[in-house]
């Protein structure tokens, strides 16, 4: 990830597995001859259901482009479980460069002590799960139902089923940044 966005996002062999599986269960589909399709739709689902939900579902690593200011900067992903490191221009800066603390809401907070002149990369891990199966089941529903739509309804401009985002709203979360900023 880079910037604002969740990125790109690649399941592992497990977890690709498993969201074929579901999504060939939910359109009764039986034969592997489409499976890497489905799984092509499947991380599409997933991705646009991060983009929905605002957080990134399955744990990665991220590395995020900041401005190289001092004070307080919310990393612009979530739950952050630990950020590994900064860098500018290509070079470490120092575990005494910098401060990082993680929130209750699974915010990434980073401060540098003094701006280099280059822009900082933050790395760190976030994610919701471990993998799919780790996933709340709503949020897996919604994902193989939108993903067995774009399987199913390739050749139409019909709009995908209402009930994706239905699955998906409670999980979604408002990032006020204005409130909660830091001084």
């Known amino acids: 990830m880079q910037g604002e966005g969740l990125g790109v996002l690649t399941l592992s062999a497990a977890d690709r597995a498993a969201a074929v599986a579901a999504v060939k ?42 401005p190289a200011v001092t004070g307080w900067q919310l990393l ?15 070079a470490a800066l120092a575990v005494d460069a910098y401060d990082v603390d993680l929130d209750a809401r699974g915010g990434g907070w980073v401060r540098l002590h003094a701006a280099p002149e280059a822009r900082v ?6 994610g919701v799960a471990e993998g799919w199966s780790g996933l709340p089941a709503p949020i ?19 709009p995908p089923p209402g009930a994706v985002t239905a699955l998906w709203r409670p999980y979604r979360g408002l990032r006020l940044e204005a409130i909660h900023a830091r001084a």
Request: hydrophobic share 50%; net charge negative.
């Open 121 to 126: 990369t933050v790395t760190c891990r976030a």
């Open 25 to 66: 269960t939910a359109q009764g589909v039986t034969l592997a001859d489409d499976d890497a399709l489905i799984a092509a739709f499947a991380e599409t689902a997933l991705g646009l259901a991060e983009q929905f939900v605002g957080a990134a579902l399955i744990l990665r690593d991220f590395a995020l482009t900041l």
């Open 140 to 158: 897996r529903q919604g994902t193989a139902l939108l993903a067995g739509y774009l399987y199913a309804a390739r050749d139409t401009s019909q």
């Open 76 to 90: 612009p992903v979530t739950p952050v479980r630990a950020i590994t490191g900064a860098s500018a221009a290509g």
